[in-house]
């Protein structure tokens, strides 16, 4: 029944290294959305994609990319990590709001992925 | 822009009893759809609650109603009979037609219950 996988659920990674973190749904949904996870400022929006190869920068882009290869799939990439990117991923999808029944715009997340950068 | 608003960063409620978590939301947008989500020390987010800006009448899933006072713009959950595995951060979040892609959360309340 899992809808929204996210590929690793705990990463240790060196400053420096270039880490992807990988996102599939199974819900044929349009919308993909990478947000950031730290304590006491809740959830920031990363990045989103609305589309396969379409994206939109979220409240806090810098330092980070994505790609949306195909509809499934939507990959979060840090090109060079470093200390203060330790933190909670989650990935989520959704239909677009107005395009379905009640409900079934509800945002789905995955189990999130939980960053550590030395 | 979107805004929520969640004004109780911490509340404590007694088991078996009933608490309400405050949200308070600002769009001038007609059509919106108001989410609840429950996130344990686990880390996943869980769907709770839904109410469309349109609905007659409040939503109710189990043991979580959502107290919708359009007027107000408020969304508040209310959870009856707490139970211990309640205990949790809980989110309020909007989306609307003109943002129809974007989600926009609150910061969140975390509930403890008491046993």
């Known amino acids: 029944d899992v809808k929204v996988t996210q590929s690793s659920r705990y990463l240790v990674k060196r400053t420096g290294e270039k880490v992807f973190l990988e996102c599939v749904q199974d819900?044929?949904?349009?919308?993909m959305f990478w947000y950031r996870q730290d304590p006491g400022l809740g959830l920031r929006l990363i990045y989103f994609s609305y589309d396969v190869k379409m994206k939109e920068k979220g409240d806090i882009p810098e330092g980070y990319s994505v790609s949306r290869e195909k509809k499934e799939r939507f990959s979060l990439i840090l090109e060079s990590a470093s200390t203060n990117q330790t933190s909670m991923y989650l990935c989520?999808?959704?239909?677009?709001?107005?395009?379905?029944?009640?409900?079934?715009?509800?945002?789905?997340f995955g189990a999130g992925s939980r960053l550590t950068v030395l | 822009a979107q805004k929520i608003t969640q004004t109780q960063p911490g509340m404590f409620v007694q088991e078996k009893e009933a608490v309400t978590l405050d949200c308070t939301y600002d769009?001038?947008?007609?059509?919106?759809?108001l989410f609840w989500y429950k996130q344990p020390s686990s880390g996943e987010m869980i769907f709770l609650i839904y109410?469309?800006?349109?609905?007659?009448q409040n939503a109710t899933e189990g043991r979580y109603s959502l107290n919708f006072q359009k007027a107000r713009k408020s969304a508040n959950l209310v959870i009856s009979a707490s139970q211990l595995g309640d205990s949790a951060m809980y989110f309020c979040a909007m989306v609307s037609v003109t943002t129809g892609n974007q989600f926009y959360f609150g910061t969140g309340t975390s509930l403890t219950v008491i046993p």
């Open positions: 769009t001038s947008d007609p059509s919106y759809g």
């Open positions: 819900m044929d949904h349009e919308n």
């Open positions: 109410q469309g800006s349109y609905d007659q």
């Open positions: 989520a999808s959704s239909a677009t709001f107005g395009t379905a029944g009640a409900g079934a715009n509800v945002l789905t």
